[in-house]
């Protein structure tokens, strides 16, 4: 069974001596109790060494792993993995959309773009990186925007799972992605987008 935490990404992590913020206690609080509960063989989580290289930061859940004495495992792809799965992100999409549009309604294309086309390569790569794990317990931790799609994942690849808790972090600032999801309903052909 794969337990799934999702969260906002700035929960998953803590500069290094400073005290943890309240998302980042709650983020620590549920995966300890989900530990204790479960047992698990391994956790996983969506971030790569590089990744918090670049922010200068700790992962928590391996903080935790390590104090189980529980397998810890990056599975987010690096920058030249993501440039191998042709991977393009929020950004990359934004710069490239010259339409007439206003930088709000670009805000949500490529949102909406990114999700619907971007978010399943990395989720195909996170499934690649658990194989190692095939048939034991463990905790995999996502951004929250990733829980929907993700599961689905899991479900066509028969993998049993629960939403262990979702939603940590979560703050009204991060509108922006259910607006591009509500964008992506409203644009349906965005689907079959075509890289440029």
């Known amino acids: ?65 390590f104090e189980s004495g529980i397998q810890h495992k990056f599975c987010d792809p690096n920058s030249d993995e993501r440039h191998a799965i042709g991977y393009r992100d929020y950004v990359s999409i934004f710069m490239g959309l010259n339409e007439e549009l206003s930088e709000e309604e670009r805000r949500r294309k490529a949102r909406a773009i990114e999700i619907c086309r971007y978010f399943p390569l990395r989720e195909e790569f996170w499934l690649e990186q658990l194989k190692e794990f095939h048939g034991e317990d463990g905790v995999f931790i996502c951004g929250d925007g990733h829980i929907e799609g993700f599961t689905r994942r899991l479900d066509a690849n028969h993998i049993s799972f ?25 644009h349906p052909e965005l689907a079959n987008w075509e890289t440029r």
Not at 37 to 53: G, K, N, Q, Y
């Open 1 to 65: 069974m794969l337990y799934v935490i999702g969260l906002a990404h700035r929960a998953q992590t803590r500069l290094h001596g400073v005290e943890p913020n309240d998302a980042q206690k709650k983020f620590s609080s549920c995966l300890s109790s989900t530990v204790e509960t479960v047992r698990p063989a391994f956790i996983a989580e969506e971030f790569s060494e590089e990744a918090l290289a670049e922010i200068s930061q700790d992962s928590i859940a391996k903080e935790i792993a």
């Open 162 to 186: 629960a939403i262990a808790e979702r939603g940590i972090g979560l703050t009204p600032e991060d509108a922006g992605f259910d607006e591009a999801v509500q964008y992506l309903r409203e």
